[in-house]
């Protein structure tokens, strides 16, 4: 059986942060890339960031550049996404999903539209101000 299990969400406050972890079963890990999606109430979901699985490139949304760092730990069949300096409008439900898209190139050139073969439960960040 396929899984992904997010953790690591919360409360925090402005400027604070916080470390998400996607954990990967049922698959082999080294056939997909990882991304990070997230969905404010009432907004379109979005792509934050995501990692190849065939050189650990690394892609980010501009909102989050320079805050978040994704990394990927493969002996764990685990991404995390480190967030720093977070704020209010990083609120949302934080979601993990593996696409096959190994080098990110379709995730590139939609955005991280259509993308996504398999997908967790998703993690609550709320940022307070």
């Known amino acids: 059986e396929v899984r992904l299990v997010e953790s690591g969400g919360g409360l925090v406050q402005a400027g604070g942060s916080l470390r998400l972890s996607c954990a990967a079963s049922?698959?082999?890990?080294?056939?997909?890339?990882i991304g990070w999606f997230r969905q404010a109430p009432g907004k379109e979901r979005e792509a934050v960031s995501a990692?190849?699985?065939?050189?650990?490139?690394?892609e980010y949304t501009d909102s989050v550049k320079g805050r978040f760092t994704i990394s990927s730990d493969n002996a764990k069949n685990t991404v995390y996404l480190q967030m720093n300096s977070l704020k209010p409008e990083d609120t949302a439900l934080y979601y993990c999903?593996?696409?096959?898209?190994?080098?990110?190139?379709?995730?590139?050139?939609?955005?991280?539209?259509?993308?996504?073969?398999?997908w967790g439960q998703g993690t609550q960040v709320t940022v307070s101000s």
């Open positions: 990692i190849s699985s065939t050189d650990g490139s690394t």
């Open positions: 999903a593996a696409d096959l898209d190994r080098t990110l190139r379709n995730y590139r050139y939609s955005g991280g539209r259509y993308w996504g073969d398999y």
């Open positions: 049922g698959f082999t890990f080294d056939d997909y890339a």
